[in-house]
């Protein structure tokens, strides 16, 4: 009984000598890991508070630089300040974003919460990322589609490449922003990651490979991209009327003429002087819609020069009642700052040629456009135009109005 008795409190000695022991052992690798964990997230750390001195120091210094330029511009509004406010909301949500990441935080806090912090900021600035990106790409657009402006007013040299330009400019920038953010967030991220792995590696856990956050931001950095492009090619994608290839019927009422003279009259004069410039054979006289800069009341006429015997130099008429216009080409998103749209007109072939010979003769004099016996538009001609168009400038007071006039010039 009693050796009975001994052996069981020798085997409870052994039990707690081995209890002991691998407590011992347990506190030295708890240690042990604590150790290589603050080893592991040491250059991490030092990434984390660099990060965070960098946004302190080179976002105010693009933000001024951004100011000024935009000032210089003479953009202030709404460009500049924009610019400012994206810059300022920038550098209060990324320090918000890095509060937990901080040296300090990042040696005080338990592995769990470290692991958890890091994982939020992995999504955070994924989204922060995308957001940001896509604020600057439409500031830019804005910006560009604004200021591409137009080529020239002259005759014939208006066209839409304007418009395509602004649209190779806007991919070529979107596409250095969707480079530089893919690079930022994977320099970003790639410190969260190695944090991470550390702490499932400490803890036993497999460590993952698949690059789910990141194939998820840059998916939605390419969606985002391309709606934004595609939306721009909308937008900016001009709309064509053009004449059924076998449809040959036309009104009739469009004109080209060569201006022999023009003048300014008051309404009770209108026909005192059309009457006296119209007693010569070889002048047509004709009231005019352009607007007088100077005055509401006083009105414009025109003294247009007979080159045919039918009077005009380009007409259906002329041409034995063959249609003059083609096709009709416009786009709203045209419209200057004075409100006014152009619309590209492409003659017919036959056309074409007179309008070619017709430009060449009177290189460096004035010609008319001439609707219903009205003169609508005058152009300066510099040189010979062949490439068969002509534009027009005009206000519209609606999509329609500006839909009908188009239609309306394709019947010519």
Request: charged share 20%; aromatic share 12%; glycine share 4%.
């Amino acid at each position: 009984m009693e050796n009975q008795e001994n052996n069981n409190l020798n085997e409870l000695d052994q039990l707690k000598a081995q209890y002991e022991e691998l407590k011992q052992r347990f506190e030295q690798q708890e240690i042990v890991n604590e150790h290589l964990m603050k080893t592991t997230i040491q250059d991490n750390a030092n990434y984390f508070s660099r990060y965070r001195k960098t946004v302190m120091i080179a976002y105010p210094i693009l933000a001024v630089l951004g100011f000024a330029y935009f000032t210089f511009l003479g953009e202030l509004l709404p460009f500049g300040l924009s610019f400012l406010l994206l810059m300022v909301f920038s550098i209060v949500f990324e320090l918000w974003l890095t509060r937990n990441v901080k040296r300090q935080a990042m040696e005080n806090a338990d592995l769990l919460t470290l692991s958890k912090n890091m994982q939020k900021l992995k999504s955070g600035y994924a989204v922060y990322t995308v957001f940001i990106m896509a604020l600057g790409f439409m500031f830019v657009l804005v910006h560009i589609l604004k200021n591409k402006g137009y080529l020239t007013s002259a005759i014939a040299e208006y066209n839409m490449a304007p418009n395509y330009n602004a649209i190779w400019s806007i991919c070529f920038v979107g596409l250095l922003l969707i480079t530089f953010a893919v690079l930022a967030y994977r320099n970003f991220v790639s410190h969260c990651n190695n944090v991470i792995r550390q702490i499932e590696s400490y803890d036993g856990k497999p460590q993952s490979k698949s690059p789910r956050t990141f194939l998820l931001f840059l998916g939605s950095m390419i969606a985002v991209f391309g709606i934004v492009i595609l939306l721009v090619h909308f937008a900016l994608r001009p709309t064509i009327y053009a004449r059924a290839e076998n449809d040959h019927t036309t009104e009739g009422k469009l004109e080209i003429w060569e201006i022999y003279a023009d003048t300014i009259v008051s309404p009770g004069n209108t026909k005192l002087v059309m009457a006296q410039w119209q007693q010569s054979d070889s002048i047509v006289v004709m009231k005019s819609e352009l607007p007088v800069v100077d005055t509401q009341k006083d009105s414009r006429i025109f003294a247009l020069k007979k080159a045919t015997p039918q009077g005009p130099a380009i007409s259906s008429g002329v041409m034995g009642g063959k249609p003059i216009i083609q096709s009709v080409e416009t786009s709203v998103s045209c419209k200057n700052d004075d409100g006014y749209v152009p619309i590209i007109v492409h003659l017919t072939p036959d056309a074409s040629r007179l309008w070619s010979q017709f430009t060449r003769e009177i290189a460096g004099r004035y010609a008319a456009l001439v609707i219903d016996g009205v003169v609508v538009l005058e152009w300066y001609v510099q040189c010979e135009i062949n490439n068969g168009q002509f534009f027009i400038m005009h206000k519209w007071s609606s999509d329609d109005e500006l839909e009908e006039y188009c239609r309306k010039l394709l019947r010519q």
